[in-house]
């Protein structure tokens, strides 16, 4: 690309840091991966950037290629700003962090057409429990850390699946039932699900809430252990959850 070419891109605005008084460094999620770029005035008292920089918002960003970077060119179009009742802003805050804190270990290109389906799932009303789960577990999928889900992790039996253990890495059968595992068929089912889900099947559905929220609560600190990273609105996320 030559200096001073304009692109005009779609993305989800994931991390806005500030940059002398009034501009940013801010990082987006686009269909072509993951970009950073200098916005100048944003923070500018009436600046008509202001709406698009608004964490997990989903704008057109109109960018200028600067010398080594990409400069915010022009006022870009919002799209959409998350919005909805306290459980569902928490979900888009969730999503917003994940997909921040996994950036180093994913494809972006990969991970886009997920965030928005989880986007637009959360717009449309669905279960944001079963979003945020689902969510979840395709960034782990994506990093490489998903679970065994098509058989027994540890004798490799089809049948006979009785529970999940995170510590070994999947599905256990009813031969190999340790202590730490988490036993249920319904548990097992969420589990199966979240890691098995694709682009082509994945449409909001609305998981079993008592099972998925226990696997949740489970999965998010299996990420923890994974990544070394600490998610930072859990807290209050599996408070409003818990209701």
Same mark, same amino acid.
């Given at each position: 690309?030559?200096?001073? =070419?304009? *692109?005009?891109?779609?993305? #989800?605005?994931?991390?806005?840091?500030?940059?002398?008084?009034?501009?940013? *460094?801010?990082?987006?999620?686009?269909?072509?991966?993951?970009?950073? #770029? +200098?916005?100048?005035?944003?923070?500018?008292?009436?600046?008509?950037?202001?709406?698009?920089?608004?964490?997990?918002?989903?704008?057109?960003?109109?960018? /200028? !290629?600067?010398?080594?970077?990409?400069?915010?060119?022009?006022?870009?179009?919002?799209? %959409?700003?998350?919005?909805?009742?306290?459980?569902?802003?928490?979900?888009? %805050?969730?999503?917003?962090?994940?997909?921040?804190? %996994?950036?180093?270990? *994913?494809?972006?290109?990969?991970?886009?057409?997920?965030?928005?389906?989880?986007?637009?799932?959360?717009?449309?009303? /669905?279960?944001?429990?079963?979003?945020?789960?689902?969510?979840?577990?395709?960034?782990?999928?994506?990093?490489?850390?998903?679970?065994?889900?098509?058989?027994?992790?540890?004798?490799?039996? !089809?049948?006979?699946?009785?529970?999940?253990?995170?510590?070994?890495?999947?599905?256990?059968?009813?031969?190999? =039932? +340790?202590?730490?595992?988490?036993?249920?068929?319904?548990?097992?089912?969420?589990?199966? #699900?979240?890691? =098995?889900?694709?682009?082509?099947?994945?449409?909001?559905?609305?998981?079993?809430? !008592? $099972?998925?929220?226990?696997?949740?609560?489970?999965?998010?600190?299996?990420?923890?252990?994974?990544?070394?990273? /600490?998610?930072?609105?859990?807290?209050?996320?599996? $408070?409003?959850?818990?209701?």
């Amino acid at each position: 690309m030559s200096e001073g =070419k304009e *692109i005009r891109t779609k993305g #989800f605005l994931l991390k806005s840091v500030p940059y002398h008084e009034t501009s940013s *460094i801010a990082t987006i999620l686009t269909e072509d991966g993951f970009l950073s #770029f +200098r916005a100048s005035g944003v923070y500018k008292k009436n600046s008509h950037y202001l709406p698009l920089f608004n964490l997990m918002a989903e704008s057109y960003f109109l960018l /200028k !290629e600067g010398k080594g970077d990409y400069l915010l060119f022009k006022e870009g179009e919002l799209l %959409s700003f998350p919005k909805g009742n306290l459980e569902t802003l928490l979900a888009y %805050s969730f999503l917003g962090e994940i997909t921040w804190s %996994s950036a180093k270990g *994913i494809d972006g290109k990969e991970l886009y057409p997920y965030l928005a389906l989880a986007t637009k799932f959360l717009k449309e009303g /669905k279960d944001p429990l079963s979003i945020v789960t689902s969510y979840l577990a395709i960034c782990l999928r994506l990093m490489g850390y998903g679970l065994t889900v098509d058989h027994c992790v540890l004798c490799g039996k !089809e049948k006979g699946i009785v529970g999940v253990s995170f510590e070994e890495g999947g599905f256990i059968c009813h031969d190999e =039932k +340790r202590e730490g595992a988490h036993y249920g068929k319904t548990y097992c089912q969420v589990a199966y #699900f979240t890691f =098995k889900v694709d682009k082509s099947t994945w449409t909001g559905q609305n998981l079993p809430r !008592e $099972d998925t929220l226990l696997y949740f609560k489970d999965l998010t600190s299996y990420y923890t252990e994974q990544l070394g990273k /600490k998610i930072e609105g859990l807290s209050m996320f599996f $408070d409003v959850l818990k209701g």
